[in-house]
């Protein structure tokens, strides 16, 4: 068998684990929300905006891109913002030698980000 078809098999093994563990994870947090619904009622056209990895608090992020979007937001109606995760950077010790770069280019804790 050639390495390309040896690797993809590996992908797969490995995406099979991540669902059984995924799986175990799921039924020893039946509170946990898999899914989430959204209604919104309205009969105009409406603006979904989705982000992630925004990571507030990091010297990297730029802020005035950001604000401009969130006041573009807040200045039209039907216009809406989904945020699908890391929100704020938030690196937090010990970390491993490779992620020290992530904590010393945080401008607050991830704790005083929490804050806000």
Same mark, same amino acid.
């Given at each position: 068998?050639?390495?390309?078809?040896?690797?993809?098999?590996?992908?797969?093994?490995?995406?099979?684990?991540l $669902? %059984?563990?995924e799986r175990?994870?799921?039924?020893?947090?039946p509170?946990?929300? *898999?899914?989430?619904t959204?209604?919104?009622? $309205? %009969?105009? &056209?409406?603006?979904?905006i989705?982000?992630?990895?925004?990571?507030?608090?990091?010297? *990297?992020t730029?802020?005035? %891109?950001?604000?401009?979007?969130?006041? $573009?937001?807040?200045?039209n109606?039907?216009?809406?913002?989904?945020?699908?995760?890391?929100?704020?950077?938030?690196? %937090? $010790? &010990?970390? &491993?030698?490779?992620?020290?770069?992530?904590?010393?280019?945080?401008?607050?804790? &991830?704790?005083?980000?929490r804050?806000?």
């Amino acid at each position: 068998m050639n390495d390309k078809l040896n690797k993809v098999f590996e992908i797969l093994e490995y995406a099979e684990f991540l $669902t %059984e563990t995924e799986r175990e994870l799921f039924d020893c947090q039946p509170e946990f929300e *898999h899914y989430k619904t959204l209604s919104i009622e $309205t %009969e105009k &056209p409406i603006c979904l905006i989705f982000s992630s990895d925004i990571h507030f608090g990091s010297i *990297h992020t730029n802020v005035g %891109e950001i604000k401009n979007v969130l006041n $573009t937001i807040l200045e039209n109606d039907n216009v809406f913002l989904a945020v699908n995760g890391d929100f704020i950077d938030n690196f %937090e $010790t &010990p970390v &491993p030698k490779l992620l020290l770069a992530g904590i010393n280019s945080q401008i607050l804790s &991830p704790a005083k980000q929490r804050e806000f």
